[in-house]
């Protein structure tokens, strides 16, 4: 996770973080005690949005589910 934050602190971009998920307790207490991690997510209401925003470049990867990342390999 701390590497996460600081990819998207280096590029200057947010992650996509569908809103409401929940991915794990660990994340979410994450979540709520972190400013850091907060401050690169990107909170979306619906999760059709992330590949779109994903190829043009608006973030630099998303939470797909409680797994997986998804980001574009620059």
């Given at each position: 996770?701390?590497?996460?934050?600081?990819?998207?602190?280096?590029?200057?971009?947010?992650?996509g973080?569908l809103?409401?998920?929940?991915?794990?307790?660990?994340?979410?207490d994450?979540?709520?005690?972190?400013?850091?991690?907060?401050?690169?997510?990107?909170?979306?209401?619906?999760?059709?949005?992330?590949?779109?925003?994903?190829?043009?470049?608006?973030?630099?990867?998303?939470?797909?589910?409680?797994?997986?990342f998804?980001?574009?390999?620059?």
């Open positions: 996770m701390d590497d996460l934050v600081k990819l998207a602190q280096q590029r200057q971009q947010k992650v973080y809103s409401g998920a929940s991915y794990s307790e660990y994340f979410d994450r979540l709520k005690n972190e400013e850091a991690l907060n401050a690169i997510l990107y909170f979306l209401p619906r999760s059709e949005q992330y590949r779109k925003m994903l190829k043009l470049g608006r973030i630099v990867g998303y939470f797909y589910d409680d797994y997986e998804e980001m574009l390999r620059s």
